[in-house]
Nanobody, 120 residues
Framework: QVQVVESGGGLVQAGGSLRLSCVAS????????MGWYRQAPGKQRELVAR???????NYVDSVKGRFTISRDNAKNTVYLQMNSLKPEDTAVYYC??????????????WGQGTQVTVSS
């Protein structure tokens, strides 16, 4: 059984930093793309940042220059370094991993979410 678990959320003042981590565990063949999404109250879930297995990244415009996504393939882990945080970054952040559980079966797995709150 594959599990995806996030950690690292919390409360921070505007201008501060947080680092989120997400680890995938279980039996699988390969992890493809990994990403971070967020959902603020009353809003739809949006993609924040994504990284492919080869390291190609993309970001939503609102976080470019402030957030950095990275991954450690040996540890099956993806990180989101968030700097210069703003109150509008407040949301529940979810990790997503597209995992090939066997050839050719691949599924999307979601973490339980971690709350990030930025106070003004």
């Amino acid at each position: 059984q594959v599990q995806v678990v996030e950690s690292g959320g919390g409360l921070v003042q505007a201008g501060g930093s947080l680092r989120l981590s997400c680890v995938a565990s279980g039996r699988f063949f390969k992890i493809n793309a990994m990403g971070w999404y967020r959902q603020a109250p009353g809003k739809q879930r949006e993609l924040v940042a994504r990284i492919t297995s080869g390291g190609t990244t993309n970001y939503v415009d609102s976080v470019k220059g402030r957030f950095t996504i990275s991954r450690d393939n040996a540890k099956n882990t993806v990180y989101l370094q968030m700097n210069s945080l703003k109150p509008e970054d407040t949301a529940v952040y979810y990790c997503n991993a597209n995992i090939m559980v066997s050839i050719p079966i691949q599924n999307d797995y979601w973490g339980q979410g971690t709350q990030v709150t930025v106070s003004s």
